[in-house]
């Protein structure tokens, strides 16, 4: 039975600015291949962000044959105030593509809904970030 996932992997492009956008935005950001894969971590989970020194690699198979950068749509449950999401995402100069709106996400068997907003990141990967009420 699956319990979950732990983690995803996404082709970057953009090496220093992928990094420093998911610094900013507070994920905790580990070398675990020899600057090859970056790991960007919020709680259990992480994504894999394969260099482009791997990707083009044509040796490197284990990933999707088809995924360039910008192939990447995650959703992140934000737990601070969307006050401080838009603070966050002007600091880092990330354009907000949609919201507040108000969408059905995982939580609770995904019986639960939250406030969204969208942006993305350097690579043009689609994130939003979901808001739950207390």
């Known amino acids: 039975m699956i319990k979950g996932f732990d983690h995803v992997a996404i082709p970057m492009g953009q090496v220093a600015a992928m990094l420093a956008f998911y ?46 950068p910008g192939c990447g749509d995650f959703c992140f449950v934000w737990d601070a105030s969307e006050a401080t999401l838009h603070n966050t995402l002007k600091n880092l100069h990330a354009q907000i593509e949609e919201g507040p709106v108000e969408r059905k996400g995982g939580r609770n068997g995904g019986a639960d809904t939250g406030t969204s907003v969208y942006t993305r990141d350097p690579d043009n990967n689609l994130l939003e970030f979901i808001i739950y009420p207390d």
């Open 23 to 68: 610094k900013g935005l507070g994920f905790r950001i580990t070398d675990d291949y020899g600057k090859r894969v970056y790991a960007v971590h919020c709680g259990d989970n992480k994504i894999n962000l394969h260099t482009p020194e791997i990707w083009q690699s044509g040796r490197f198979t284990l990933r999707g044959h088809t995924a360039q």
